[in-house]
């Protein structure tokens, strides 16, 4: 009884430090860094607005292509 207790938890840890590497991971590499994403999806509601901030976003992209970037 004690030997499955003890199997249990030592794979529960093992599982623990896996998910928090690669919860380390993610950080280190900015997978969860969206922040303009985020905070900005309230400003486009309509169409135009969705439009026009694709329209943005694609000159943001040529410009960063052509070394020059906008502030913000």
Same mark, same amino acid.
């Given at each position: 009884m004690n030997a499955i207790i003890?199997?249990?938890?030592?794979? #529960?840890?093992?599982?623990?430090?896996?998910?928090? &590497?690669a919860l380390i991971w993610g950080?280190?590499?900015?997978?969860?860094?969206?922040?303009?994403?985020?905070?900005? &999806?309230?400003?486009?509601? #309509?169409?135009? #607005?969705?439009?026009?901030?694709?329209?943005?976003?694609?000159?943001?992209?040529?410009?960063?292509?052509? &070394?020059?970037?906008?502030?913000?």
């Amino acid at each position: 009884m004690n030997a499955i207790i003890a199997l249990m938890l030592g794979v #529960s840890i093992l599982l623990a430090f896996i998910a928090l &590497g690669a919860l380390i991971w993610g950080i280190k590499t900015r997978q969860f860094e969206d922040y303009e994403k985020f905070l900005a &999806g309230t400003k486009y509601d #309509s169409e135009d #607005s969705l439009n026009d901030a694709y329209k943005m976003e694609q000159r943001r992209k040529q410009a960063s292509k052509k &070394g020059y970037m906008p502030p913000d």
